[in-house]
């Protein structure tokens, strides 16, 4: 999602020089959220060294640390609602413009099977229509590669 798409979907093989995080979206909607419980799916990580922050229930958000250093992995839950994956949580609704117009995405882009591409050493899946769902991530730069302040 967000940032670590843009290597794969642009073809580049590996994440963008300034990304020093990743992002995951999941749907929400299904799946592992419906069979766990929160302590069971926060013990997963954390019996691999992970600990795990929930921002679930203002952004639709879980960031996961280890325990050493290393990279922080952002993953956010999108859930179907009319045909756009949408992330839930109270700032949704309080901050309903900012969400709208960039925290959903047209459903038919994350159906499965999803492509994949080449990414380092692995194969991981993105969306469908290559850089379409940037279009509605980043609405009014999406064309843009936008640097960070001092990235050469």
């Known amino acids: 999602m967000y940032g670590s798409l843009w290597g794969p979907l642009r073809g580049i093989q590996e994440p963008l020089p300034w990304d020093f995080d990743v992002d995951f979206g999941i749907n929400g909607s299904n799946g592992i959220f419906n069979k766990l419980t929160w302590e069971e799916f926060k013990a997963n990580f954390s019996a691999v060294g992970m600990r795990v922050f929930d921002h679930l229930e203002s952004s639709s958000l879980l960031t996961l640390r280890p325990q050493s250093s290393g990279a922080k992995v952002d993953v956010f839950l999108f859930y179907d609602r009319g045909g756009y994956m949408m992330r839930s949580g109270y700032e949704t609704w309080l901050f309903f413009i900012n969400y709208l117009l960039y925290h959903r995405f047209l459903s038919r882009l994350v159906q499965k099977p999803l492509p994949k591409v080449k990414f380092g050493h692995f194969n991981i899946s ?27």
């Open 126 to 152: 993105v969306p469908r229509e290559g850089i379409e769902i940037m279009k509605y991530l980043y609405r009014f730069d999406w064309w843009k590669v936008v640097k960070p302040v001092g990235c050469q």
